[in-house]
Structures are given as structure tokens and as C-alpha cells.
């Protein structure tokens, strides 16, 4: 919205700055991180006195965990207003690529909402029908991938692009829009399995939508493009002031999702977060790099489909309990070592993403 300013610009003077993607993306880092610490606290004394009882404990989870019992959740809903406000102050909002991932992450965050609120009010873990959750899911997925399809370049349209192989393009033709189903609702779910310790999934959320928009920027910029030998997005750049606003979010609400958790993200924050995710990559033909810089939830999903075949298959568990990180609890690790550890390796693993714009 603030772009428009720019129309007042003579070209040398303050409102010139609204020109530039890295200064915007600034100023929605900083707007969204100044909103979380605002609203908070006060959004969080809400959530305590409106659920009183808070997020229900699994029975058969960790034992430790049940002394988060009264932990109030949905406090994804102040990552979500914090990046949306931020967003919507700092973007061109005449880009499609950013109203693509912004209604996404509404759309997921609202299919959170919905379950967060069912959990709440019913005191039971079941929430949503998973039917149901999946359903619509599956619907704001295929108009978000059939509209990033309509958008993209022709060269590009309909096409999967490969890392490490710069030229290579793969025609899906009408399997694009399921494939790109796929990349977003694997994304949003792989996110929600990962969010099952204080701090574990917010981090690397942020990392990862910090790395894809800085290939965002660079795939939007035809210079970088033509020296990196990657595909050119014109417009995806500025989808690096949604990921600023991600990040600035994100910081302000692991300040009182640290532990002990004062709030838990919910369904709100991990469907919405995990959806916009999948809906960037798909923008910037970066599927395939999803997988490497989001494996941390790749690796989380993974363990609860093995473990669920496993069992059906012969009646005994491959971890001692699935999401992953759960089984990791069992054999006596500590909450923080956990989840610090599991930070390394998400930036770790966010390296080796950035990396593959560089390797011809």
C-alpha cells in the first residue's frame, strides 16, 4: 500500500525509498516484529481468559507435557496479523504472486482456526474432521497452483524446474495444478506434525521462509538470473516482503512461545505458516528446493507415515513415537536440546538450498 508514495517521488527524496523491494522488506520485518511485541501480550491474556482450560494434552504423549496443561493456543493468530497487517502495508499490492500466498495462508490459517477452536471448546485432541481439513485444503491449493500457473511466464508455465540442472525444465502440463496441490498441503501438514514442542516449529519456519524469499528476490531479478543461470519470475521478488513480515512475525511470537511456552501457534499458525511455505516455492518454481530447505518437516512427516504403514503392517513401531521429534522425548532427551538441535540442522539444511543457485 505504502508503494504508492512513490508516486510522489521526484527521484530524490524520501519516498524514492518505496521503490526498493530491500528497503520495503525492512520496514515489513520491522512493522511485523513491532506488532507481535504490542499485541502479544494482551492478545495472549485473551486467549487464556476466553479458553480457560487451554490447549488439551494428548493422553498418550510425553509425560512432561502435561504440565503445559492450561496453555492457551491460537497464537498463530498473532503471527498471522502481524504478517498480514505488515504485508499488506509494504507490498505492491498490485502483484499477483502476493495475493496467491497471502490468501493461502489466510485460507490454511482459517482451516487451523476452525480445528484450534473445536479442540478448545469440545477439551478433546480430535478437533476437525480430518476429511474435512484435508478437503479444503486441497481446494485453496489447486486455485492457488491453477492461479500461479495463469501468472508465470509462458516458458514457464505448467513446467517443474530442477536445481543443480539450470536449464532443465519438466512439462507436468495438467499435473502441474495437482503437483502443486500436493507441494502445498504436504507443506502445511509436514509444518503442523512438526509444531509439538515450544519453539520447535517457529524457527525453522522462519529460516526456510527466509531462504525462499531471498530466491524469491533472485528469481525476480533478471540480472541475478541470467548470472546464477536460473529461471527468471518476474514479480516473485516481492514475495521477499512477505517472508520479511514471516520473520519479523515469527520473532514476535517465539518471544512468548519460548519455553515454557506462554502460547502455543495452534493449528492457526502451523497450517497457515506451512501453506505459505509450499505456496511460495510454487510460485518461484522452487518445489523441489522446498523439500531441501524445509526437510526438518520433510523428515517430521516421514516418520509418522513410516511409523503408521509400519504398524498397520506388523503391529510394532519403528520410533518409540511418531512426529519424530516425540521419539527423540521417549529416549530421554531434553525439550530444549531438542529443539535447539533441530534448529542447526533446519539452517544447515537452508544453506545447502541457497546453494543450489549457485551450482551450475
Known amino acids: 500500500m505504502l508503494y504508492l508514495l512513490t508516486e510522489f517521488s521526484d527521484g530524490g527524496d524520501v519516498f ?5 523491494i530491500t528497503f520495503r522488506a525492512g520496514a515489513a520485518f520491522a512493522t511485523a516484529l513491532i506488532f507481535g511485541f504490542l499485541f502479544g501480550r494482551p492478545l495472549i491474556n485473551l486467549l487464556r481468559r476466553k479458553q480457560g482450560k487451554g490447549q488439551p494434552i494428548r493422553d498418550d ?3 512432561s507435557h502435561f504440565s503445559k496443561a492450561g496453555t492457551p493456543t491460537m497464537g498463530g493468530l498473532l503471527i498471522l496479523s502481524a504478517l498480514m497487517v505488515s504485508t499488506l502495508l509494504w507490498a505492491r499490492l498490485d502483484n499477483p504472486y502476493v495475493w ?3 490468501l493461502v495462508t489466510l485460507g490454511f490459517g482459517l482451516i487451523g482456526f476452525a480445528d484450534d477452536y473445536a479442540k478448545v471448546t469440545k477439551q478433546n485432541t480430535k478437533g476437525v474432521s480430518g476429511r474435512v481439513r484435508m478437503a479444503l485444503g486441497l481446494l485453496i491449493a489447486a486455485l492457488a497452483a491453477y ?3 495463469r501468472f508465470h511466464p509462458e516458458a514457464l508455465t505448467n513446467q517443474l524446474a530442477l536445481p543443480l540442472f539450470k536449464d532443465a525444465l519438466l512439462n507436468l502440463g495438467w499435473f502441474f495444478v495437482p503437483f502443486g496441490m500436493i507441494v502445498i498441503v504436504g507443506a502445511a501438514n509436514a509444518v503442523n506434525l512438526t509444531d509439538g514442542l515450544d519453539g520447535l516449529a517457529i524457527m525453522p519456519v522462519m529460516i526456510a521462509g527466509g531462504t525462499l524469499g531471498v530466491i524469491a528476490y533472485v528469481v525476480g531479478n533478471f540480472n541475478f538470473t541470467e548470472y546464477l543461470g536460473v529461471h527468471f519470475v518476474p514479480g516473485t521478488g516481492e514475495l521477499l516482503i512477505f517472508s520479511a513480515a514471516l520473520i519479523g512475525g515469527g520473532l514476535g511470537f517465539l518471544w512468548y512461545n519460548a519455553p515454557p511456552a506462554a502460547v502455543f501457534m495452534g493449528d492457526t499458525g502451523s497450517l497457515a505458516l506451512g501453506g505459505a511455505l509450499g505456496a511460495i516455492a510454487v510460485c518461484t518454481k522452487h518445489e523441489i528446493v522446498l523439500a531441501i530447505v524445509g ?4 523428515v517430521e512427516a516421514l516418520s509418522v507415515i513410516i511409523q503408521v504403514l509400519y504398524f498397520k503392517r506388523t503391529g510394532r513401531r519403528v520410533f518409540l513415537m511418531a512426529p519424530i521429534h516425540h521419539h527423540f522425548e521417549k529416549k530421554g532427551w531434553a525439550e ?4 535447539i538441535r533441530f534448529w542447526i540442522i533446519s539452517l544447515i539444511l537452508a544453506l545447502i538450498g541457497l546453494a543450489t543457485l549457485k551450482v551450475r
Open 16 to 20: 524514492n525509498l518505496f521503490r526498493y
Open 61 to 63: 504423549g510425553p509425560a
Open 100 to 102: 496467491i500466498v497471502l
Open 147 to 149: 492461479a500461479a500457473a
Open 295 to 298: 526437510g526438518l518437516f520433510v
Open 336 to 339: 530444549p536440546q531438542i529443539v
